[in-house]
């Protein structure tokens, strides 16, 4: 039997909104895989897909950078180790000024990007080195991306630590600025069902068809109940399926074609996605010394 850690079982109840029991049931179940537990709670209790994304596991900002004639775009993160640094002045400008270069240069990846030549003669991974010596913190350039507009480009960042860039035709500048805000809100997949990868949907309704079966109703009503299901999440996915944030009646679909706009694409970065946040035991250290 797997030995389940309270901090692992933890994890599972913040991913899935579930009691500490049924989450330390499943991660037995699932022989400790985080992931597979999940996907058990899902089948069997119903729970909603992780939130994970939307958390962030490391520190950071998100620097953005918009031409003039809001035609090219650029969006960079850049890590540090904790987020008093990351509220630093010279880290932010440091993010910002990287984000322009991309926009700039189109540098093909990070190691192009760091050879690059900022305004003070420096190169980018040289002022990196600068700024960990004086800071003292780890500092990375995590990813970036750079878009060509088929219409005109709106921003929006967060707080510094969500970034959003959209591509739309026909909006007028508080148009694109509403739809970037819903971007960073709502956090969806992609702009249309038709963008989601087959593997996710695949994987929605494998999930939702364990669920049905377990209902015990005929064959046409759980086909009906896969169906639905699949449907609800690419609603709750999709840019123009979702619900407009600042209009509970309309979603944005139904906001962008009363205007007139076609939106074509979205970048939607947020710091520390995907990242693993190292968790220090600190009980367990101390038990450790103790015996030592």
């Given at each position: ?203 929605e309704r494998s999930i939702a068809a364990a ?82």
């Amino acid at each position: 039997m797997a030995d389940i850690s309270a901090s692992t079982v933890m994890e599972l109840r913040q991913r899935t909104g579930l009691g500490m029991m049924e989450c330390k049931k499943a991660l037995t179940e699932a022989g400790g895989d985080l992931s597979r537990a999940e996907e058990l709670l899902r089948i069997k209790s119903g729970a909603k897909a992780s939130k994970a994304a939307g958390r962030v596991a490391a520190e950071g900002v998100i620097g953005v950078s918009v031409a003039d004639d809001a035609k090219t775009a650029a969006i960079v993160e850049v890590n540090c180790e904790t987020d008093f640094v990351a509220k630093n002045e010279e880290f932010r400008a440091f993010a910002n000024e990287i984000a322009k270069l991309v926009n700039r240069d189109r540098p093909a990846d990070v190691a192009a990007l760091s050879a690059l030549t900022l305004a003070s003669g420096e190169t980018v991974e040289a002022r990196r080195v600068a700024l960990v010596q004086k800071i003292g913190e780890n500092i990375a350039l995590r990813r970036f991306a750079r878009v060509e507009a088929k219409g005109r480009i709106a921003s929006y960042v967060h707080g510094s630590r969500i970034g959003v860039l959209v591509d739309v035709t026909g909006a007028d500048a508080v148009l694109g600025k509403d739809v970037a805000m819903h971007i960073a809100a709502s956090k969806p997949m992609a702009v249309s069902r038709e963008q989601v990868p087959a593997d996710v949907v695949a994987k929605e309704r494998s999930i939702a068809a364990a669920r049905a079966a377990e209902s015990g109703k005929p064959a046409n009503i759980v086909e009906k109940m896969v169906e639905g299901a699949v449907a609800k999440f690419l609603s709750e996915v999709t840019l123009l399926a979702q619900v407009f944030v600042k209009s509970d009646k309309e979603t944005v679909g139904d906001i962008a074609k009363a205007r007139g706009a076609t939106i074509h694409g979205f970048v939607l970065y947020v710091v520390g996605e995907g990242i693993e946040r190292r968790k220090d035991d600190f009980a367990a250290e101390v038990a450790a010394m103790s015996r030592a």
